[in-house]
């Protein structure tokens, strides 16, 4: 079986990725070092799968620590790298915990890899700033990232093009995800938010089990049709799916060289939207206000997916509906198992 490391294995992306790389017939071998994520999840795996995945808790930015990795784990056939910080506000108070952590894994395992390993590195939309034209295409221009965790996903796309300029026979994939959301069927797996969510889809939920008392919308006065801001939101078990096809594309014995694609469904939906779905789906009413706009939000993001689908014959299958009971049945789950 071909062995494929996933830094980060046990964050939300990453145990989707563990679970689809295992149905593939791929033998995932997770490295994390829980300092975003539980232990927990590897039990989880283990019921989903019926196999306890090899875990390795390792701080990639250090050096040695990676040395390590590779002295026990041998013959990889891929890597895919999840493992870094990602809260955006956090990102701004202290750049230099985003710099360090996200730049020295990155460069330490590409630095200690061979150059025959396939990589999949985990890059964002964020990328494109407010889009000129829409769906935004991977050709679009990067725009100056508005955060230091921004930041960090254009810096490390630059690392892996020059790295790959100068060894062309790398092979390496930047995925860059729109708005992964959902969780896994069985509800066994899901995000794990620390501390109050940032983000849309946790905030609803733990606002619908009662955690928090009252979502705020983030401003109803864009150029939109309802006013809210639209985003293209991607069930993570398809995202986790693209991860695999990123592998297995870079299998092909034409493939080399560095490539980036869009992973998301090519849909916009508003913020509003994203509620009324929500209500329906589950049955339920949310507790929501309008609000002022959020510092530095995008108004209108959705990607084209074309090349994703052309070339790694990768495309989203699930719908908002799904994503949002998925991730409904998840908030009901951890609330009485973590
Ligand atoms: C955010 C980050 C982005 C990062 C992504 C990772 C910002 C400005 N951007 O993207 O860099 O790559 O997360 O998942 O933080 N919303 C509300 N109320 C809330 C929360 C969100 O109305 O309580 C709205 C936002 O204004 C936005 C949409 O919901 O229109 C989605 O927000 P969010 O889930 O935070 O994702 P992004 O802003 O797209």
């Known amino acids: 079986m071909k062995k494929i490391i996933v830094t ?34 590897l039990k989880q795996l283990q019921k989903i799968t019926g196999k306890t995945p090899a875990f390795h808790q390792l701080d990639l930015s250090s050096p040695d620590q990676v040395a390590k990795l590779l002295l ?19 990102s701004v108070g202290r750049p230099l915990k985003y710099y360090k952590n996200n730049f020295y894994s990155l460069i330490n395992l590409l ?22 034209s829409l769906p935004v295409s991977e050709s679009a221009i990067v725009k100056q990232a508005e955060s230091p965790y921004g930041n960090t996903k254009q810096v490390a796309e630059e690392i892996l093009k020059d790295l790959v300029a100068a060894e062309p026979e790398r092979k390496v994939i930047a995925l860059r995800y729109f708005n992964p959301v959902g969780a896994h069927h069985t509800a066994l797996i899901g995000e794990l938010p620390i501390g109050v969510p940032q983000n849309l889809v946790p905030f ?7 955690k928090r008392e009252q979502l705020t919308v983030f401003g109803n006065d864009y150029h939109t049709k309802d006013g809210s801001c639209i985003r293209d939101y991607i069930h993570v078990v398809d995202l986790a799916k693209a991860h695999v096809a990123a592998i297995q594309y870079m299998e092909l014995p034409d493939f080399n060289g560095y490539d980036v694609f869009n992973i998301g469904t090519g849909k916009g939906y508003t913020v509003l939207e ?16 309008i609000g ?16 994703s689908s052309k070339l790694m014959a990768w495309e989203a299958e699930l719908q908002l509906e799904t994503m949002l009971s998925s991730s409904w049945q998840w908030e009901k789950y951890m609330k009485d198992n973590f």
């Open 8 to 41: 980060g294995g046990l964050g939300y992306i990453g145990s989707h990725t563990v679970v689809e790389l295992m149905s593939a017939g791929y033998e995932p071998v997770i490295v994390d070092d829980l300092s975003n994520s539980s232990i927990k999840i």
């Open 72 to 90: 026990l784990e041998k013959s990889i056939s891929g890597i895919i790298h999840f493992a870094a910080f990602k809260a955006v506000g956090e």
């Open 111 to 132: 630095d200690q890899l061979g150059a025959e390993v396939p990589f999949v590195f985990s890059s964002s939309c964020t990328v494109y700033g407010e889009p000129d």
């Open 204 to 210: 609803i939920t733990q606002t619908a089990i009662g």
């Open 274 to 289: 994203v509620i009324n779905t929500f209500e329906e789906v589950n049955n339920l009413i949310l507790n929501y206000q």
């Open 292 to 307: 002022p706009r959020r510092n530095g939000d995008i108004e209108r993001i959705w990607g084209n997916v074309d090349k």
